[in-house]
């Protein structure tokens, strides 16, 4: 009887079958390329990443587990704190991300943290990387650290450089020494959730954050909800209609948390990611000076396709590393419960459902780098199917592990019910997933009708 360690049903790895044991008695000519060089399915995608983008996935890991893992369940326990408030952790933490350039890696060194190797790939790739590691480890705090990325890339894609310059560099220069100057991205009213992030919708809605020209500038008046980080933000890239036209006016403001006018109304009280606060934001006539509009009036509504172009792979990235998460919390909890004398790792049924995990979180994975290899933000249907399908999936693997894991599943110690309750936002914000397939089709919507035959 074989007594080296193994699981029920498997030859122990140095059993005279097992490939490892064979491959090791192969002439040394041949034994390097049958020699596993790395362990973990990490370690083996990481090697497939072009150096740059490697170098930024292990400093992610590295950041999210030193940094995020021993908040993660105070902070999604915590009261939602009332606008103008920041849990002292969440504020600590936005000085050591801001310190170690997490929250200037949208632009290159000398002007923000992202290795100019790095920049030779798609800026969405990082982005991507970035979101699922830090997801992995707590999705709320990236959801609070990486919303800022979100409301500077709009000026990044008005190409206005000297909107760069005023705006983004003396925040960045001020973040990294220490004083963290956020951002956040505006484009959802009360009335206007999927009609913000879809061209049909948008077409026949009544904008309800309008800006009216005044002397020098324009006075803006409305509300946005659902704001990330809206509470913490200095700086606001808001989206408005000019007066008495429609979302094809949209033009984005750049509105600071100083201007007269402007309120935090409240902080949403909402299941998942709950480091970050989901804010109501109110402009009572707040002046904007013309030299705060990013791009030129009525360039919004393309700015802001291309940001959600852009950050919908983020989005599939977090779906990435929750459902890593949840796949990581099964197989710990199958490989220290016992049930009938054994291991649950031990019963077939359990490694079935673990082999899917790993394989569903993999082929997501999969999805996004592939995709975000070439990403092309004048196109949406590639970021759409990214979100729906990365998130859906990611979900279900969420779901698989709750199932595997029965009551403990449900505890929040368990790490698992937050997983799920963060995992469930991916399919909401971005536009819903329903928007999000619509956004694949309009995008081929050319090479459709040119097969219909219409009479
Ligand atoms: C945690 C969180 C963070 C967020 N952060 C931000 C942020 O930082 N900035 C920001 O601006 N917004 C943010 N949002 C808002 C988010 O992007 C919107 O909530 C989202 O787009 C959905 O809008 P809605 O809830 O108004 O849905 P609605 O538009 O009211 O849609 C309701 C339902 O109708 C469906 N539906 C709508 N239109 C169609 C259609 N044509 N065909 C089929 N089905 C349709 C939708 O799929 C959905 O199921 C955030 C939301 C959440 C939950």
């Known amino acids: 009887m074989n007594t080296q360690p193994h699981l029920d049903g498997y030859l122990p790895a140095e059993h005279p079958l097992s490939p490892r044991g064979l491959f090791a008695d192969l002439p040394a000519a041949i034994r390097p390329i049958v020699t596993p060089k790395l362990a973990t399915i990490w370690e083996q995608d990481t090697a497939t990443l072009p150096r740059p983008l490697a170098e930024a996935r292990r400093c992610y890991r590295s950041f999210a587990e030193g940094e995020l893992g021993h908040r993660a369940n105070d902070v999604d326990l915590a009261p939602h704190p009332t606008p103008g408030e920041v849990l002292p952790s969440l504020a600590d933490l936005l000085k050591t991300a801001g310190r170690q350039g997490m929250l200037t890696d949208l632009l290159p060194r000398p002007f923000g943290s992202a290795s100019l190797g790095s920049y030779r790939y798609p800026l969405v790739w990082a982005q991507a990387l970035r979101t699922e590691e830090m997801s992995r480890v707590c999705a709320g705090q990236m959801l609070f650290l990486s919303a800022h990325s979100l409301g500077v890339l709009p000026i990044v894609f008005a190409g206005d450089l000297s909107a760069i310059r005023r705006f983004v560099l003396p925040a960045y220069r001020q973040t990294i020494a220490g004083d963290p100057h956020m951002f956040a991205y505006a484009i959802t009213e009360p009335s206007a959730g999927s009609d913000a992030e879809e061209g049909h919708g948008a077409s026949v809605s009544r904008p309800g954050a309008v800006a009216r020209r005044v002397n020098g500038g324009w006075s803006l008046t409305g509300r946005k909800n659902f704001i990330s980080g809206g509470d913490i933000a200095k700086s606001i890239t808001v989206f408005a209609a000019l007066e008495d036209e429609g979302i094809e006016s949209w033009t984005c403001f750049l509105v600071t948390n100083d201007m007269p006018g402007f309120e935090v109304v409240r902080n949403e009280l909402k299941m998942g990611m709950r480091a970050s606060a989901a804010a109501e934001l109110a402009f009572h006539d707040v002046f904007v000076p013309d030299d705060h509009v990013i791009g030129k009036p009525r360039q919004g509504w393309a700015i802001n396709r291309a940001t959600l172009n852009a950050s919908r792979y983020a989005v599939a990235g977090m779906a990435v590393g929750l459902a890593q998460a949840a796949t990581e919390a099964a197989i710990d909890f199958a490989c220290t419960t016992g049930l009938a004398g054994k291991p649950l790792m031990d019963f077939q049924e359990v490694q079935l459902q673990i082999a899917d995990m790993m394989t569903e979180t993999t082929a997501i994975r999969g999805m996004v780098w592939q995709a975000a290899r070439k990403a092309d933000v004048a196109r949406q249907d590639r970021s759409s199917m990214c979100k729906f399908h990365c998130t859906d999936q990611g979900v279900r693997v969420v779901e698989m592990a709750l199932e595997l894991m029965g009551n403990?599943?449900?505890?929040?110690?368990?790490?698992?019910?937050?997983?799920?309750?963060?995992?469930?936002?991916?399919?909401?914000?971005?536009?819903?997933?329903?928007?999000?397939?619509?956004?694949?089709?309009?995008?081929?919507?050319?090479?459709?009708?040119?097969?219909?035959?219409?009479?």
């Open 408 to 455: 403990h599943g449900t505890l929040h110690n368990s790490g698992v019910e937050k997983i799920y309750r963060d995992a469930r936002l991916t399919q909401i914000f971005e536009g819903t997933n329903q928007i999000n397939r619509l956004a694949v089709i309009e995008d081929q919507q050319e090479q459709f009708l040119a097969r219909i035959e219409r009479n």
